[in-house]
């Protein structure tokens, strides 16, 4: 099997980077980036799925760099934001992989101008919940190097490879309990507040039986 790395990379400072948002962490909080935990269930029987998440474990750039040099992955998939994104492509660009994409809000508006100024980077996943993400990364020049919004009512995703998580380096505002879990129900928003991009990534359900 291929080796797959979900990456968080690591920065200067305690940036939340999860479901196309991003911001500065003023209180310590740092949660799962749900992002990841569907995309290793997605994965997960088709390739051999590795998980860094630099900003939860604090690593430096140099402990980074040498954890993911031991891994040697074959196709790369990293976080990345406004806020972080200056960083992260300093950093990824010192990455040897056969493929890399990237997830982010940044990506939203100026997706072509941003690949093609970036050309180290594969593609962009502007929906994760895509169930035709095994083939984008497959060929990514057969989705145009950009894998939208799905147009469907519902979408499934097994269950995430939790245990590759650092999952005690998490902590949370609302719950009770550590470690916790994290589960998407539904994705983007039927809404289009002016004040909130989720309504621009469209809106489908998670279906009852497979949240089960």
């Known amino acids: 099997m291929e080796k797959v790395l979900l990456l968080n990379p690591p920065a200067k400072n305690l940036y939340l980077i999860d479901y196309f948002c991003s ?46 040099n ?48 970036n050309s180290f980077i594969n593609g962009t996943i502007l929906d994760f919940t895509n169930s035709r993400l095994k083939y984008f990364i497959e060929k990514p020049e057969n989705f145009d190097n950009v894998l939208y919004f799905e147009e469907t009512k519902f979408f499934l995703y097994p269950i995430p490879l939790y245990e590759k998580f650092p999952l005690k380096k998490y902590n949370y505002p609302l719950h009770l309990f550590n470690p916790y879990a994290s589960v998407l129900t539904t994705y983007g928003c039927p809404f289009k507040c002016h004040f909130c991009n989720s309504g621009s990534l469209g809106f489908k359900l998670r279906n009852a039986e497979n949240i089960l």
């Open 23 to 68: 911001s500065l962490s003023k209180a310590g909080y740092c949660w799962q980036p749900i992002d990841f935990l569907v995309i290793s269930g997605l994965l997960k029987n088709n390739y051999e799925v590795f998980v860094l998440d630099c900003i939860a474990e604090k690593l430096s750039f140099s402990n980074s760099l040498n954890i993911i």
């Open 70 to 117: 031991k891994i040697s992955p074959d196709i790369l998939i990293f976080l990345s934001s406004t806020l972080s994104y200056k960083e992260d492509f300093d950093f990824v660009r010192k990455i040897s992989a056969k493929k890399i994409f990237v997830i982010g809000e940044i990506f939203l508006g100026n997706t072509k101008e941003i690949l093609k100024e």
